[in-house]
Structure formats: structure tokens, C-alpha cells
């Protein structure tokens, strides 16, 4: 061997070269001095992104252990501290205030409905409630949608 059989080769460095990010300028100008990026939808790292960014998503929305609305029955109040009726059908946080399902409903449909809210607290303390939590208490199956839309907008806001 002499070594310049490699030389004679028919396969060149160029060939090799891989095209597939030739034709993706990741930066586009529209003319206006505003730059945007353009990534390539086909791109298999912007896709594995995207699977694990929805994936993120939906596991905030499924039920978990830390969000369980139990409380102890010892723990349960005659009363609701909001609307002072008797009830039976009290829910609570992990912070253990507990008030009826009522007035856990009105007070985050409410909230959603004038302000659009997406990160809610307790009635009684600055403990946050989980989203599925609110997606039990929202009043129709549109702001449920429009809920989980605005939770996913602004999870991809905080990840740019």
C-alpha cells in the first residue's frame, strides 16, 4: 500500500459534506431590517424539541400525587369561610384550606373570565393551584381549551 490509493478515490471531503442545512438561512430579513428566524420544519432536533415541550405540557395537566384535592375528614369545616353555607363538598390544596366546590369554581372561573389568568393561588394563601385542578373548575368546555392554550403559549415563551 502505498497510500495513494485514497487519493484515486471516487468519493471526495465535498460529497461527504451533508446539505441538509444548505438551503436554511436560520436568519431571514423581510426587508424591513427585521430578522426572523427560520427554522426547518424537517429539522429532527427542532421536532425532538417540540415532542418534549408537549410532553412537559401534558404532564402538568395530568392528576399527580402533590395536587390530590383530599384532606382528612377531621380537617373538614361545617362551613365554607366564603360563602358561610353549609356544605359537604369541600376540596382542598396541599396548603389544607379547604372550601366548597362552589366557591373554588366561581372564584377561578371568575378570574379567567376577566382576566384571562393562568397561574392561580389559594383563597386563604399564596400556595399555587395545579392546572388540573382548574381545568376541574372552569364552567365550559371552551375556556377549558382556551385555558390549555394559554398555559401552552406561555410555557413556550419561558423556554425561548
Sequence with gaps: MSGNEYENSDT??????DTYYDDTDPFQDDNNNNYT?????????QFEYKVSLLNE?????????????YIHTS?????????????????????????????????IDTKFQYQNCINYECMKCDKR???NFVL???SSDNRKELYK???????IQVEK
Design 75 to 107: 380537617s373538614i369545616p361545617d362551613i365554607c369561610s366564603i360563602c358561610f353555607k353549609n356544605q359537604t363538598n369541600f376540596e382542598s390544596l396541599v396548603c389544607n384550606h379547604a372550601f366548597c366546590h362552589d366557591c373554588w369554581s366561581q372564584y
Design 129 to 131: 393551584i395545579p392546572h
Design 37 to 45: 428566524t427560520n427554522i426547518n420544519a424537517n429539522d429532527p432536533e
Design 149 to 155: 392554550k394559554l398555559v401552552v403559549k406561555a410555557m
Design 12 to 17: 471526495t471531503d465535498d460529497e461527504c459534506y
Design 57 to 69: 405540557v401534558q404532564a402538568r395537566f395530568e392528576p399527580s400525587t402533590f395536587s390530590s384535592s
Design 136 to 138: 376541574q373548575h372552569l
